[in-house]
């Protein structure tokens, strides 16, 4: 891996992201972490599984509690388009996926998992390693590598080990920004096929589809894909 470059401030947080911030329905202050829920109806069942989760990684790993406590700034959960989560540069957060969160066969040790490998990513983010698609392969690995570091300390982390098995042996093509793309996209469309009234899906869509469109003539924010 070639040298870090020198640390650099986040960038500010695009006005969308500020505007679904302010719309978050409930959030609370763990440690200096800003833990937040979108969605008004699961607020309170989210905020009950990551404070669980964070209270593991606390418990059996304080010097990496410590480390993610100063690498990142907020744990989000909301909707994403694709996995499990991403480490959002501009907001220095870790986003988790309401669906990944709630699931029944997502516990605690999972959830602790997934917040282990994105707080990785802001730490290689913060020492300079751009998610470039040429390094995106290794720098997936350390974050597993951590992973799987931590499912080792934990009474019962047999579920986050093999999770972090698997990524260690991925299609090389996975991580590129085609993939990265397509996997984004098909998942922002059924997101937004689920958004009632029809009409506005409908337009919904078609304002994700003009800016997608924009979006591919410009380069794009730091993010990670999920976990």
Not at 112 to 135: K, S, W
Not at 160 to 188: F, K, M
């Amino acid at each position: 891996m070639p040298p870090a470059k020198s640390p650099r401030r986040p960038c500010p947080a695009h006005w969308p992201d500020r505007i679904a911030l302010r719309l978050t329905a409930d959030h609370r202050a763990i440690d200096g972490l800003w833990i937040g829920a979108y969605h008004s109806g699961t607020a309170e069942a989210v905020l009950q599984r990551v404070v669980a989760a964070l209270g593991l990684i606390k418990t059996f790993d304080r010097p990496r509690y410590n480390r993610l406590a100063r690498d990142l700034e907020r744990i989000w959960v909301r909707r994403i388009a694709s996995g499990a989560g991403y480490h959002d540069q501009r907001l220095r957060a870790c986003v988790l996926d309401e669906c990944f969160v709630l699931a029944e066969s997502t516990d605690a040790e999972m959830i602790a998992g997934a917040i282990v490998h994105e707080a990785t990513h802001a730490r290689l983010d913060r020492c300079g390693f751009d998610y470039e698609e040429a390094r995106r392969e290794r720098l997936e690995a350390i974050c597993n590598r951590r992973m799987l570091a931590f499912a080792l300390k934990l009474p019962d982390g047999s579920g986050v080990r093999a999770w972090a098995e698997a990524n260690l042996a991925p299609d090389p093509a996975y991580y590129t920004d085609a993939a990265i793309s397509e996997r984004d996209q098909a998942g922002a469309r059924r997101l937004l096929e689920e958004v009632r009234p029809r009409w506005l899906g409908r337009l919904m869509l078609a304002l994700f589809e003009a800016a997608r469109r924009r979006a591919e003539r410009r380069p794009s924010p730091s993010r990670q894909p999920g976990s």
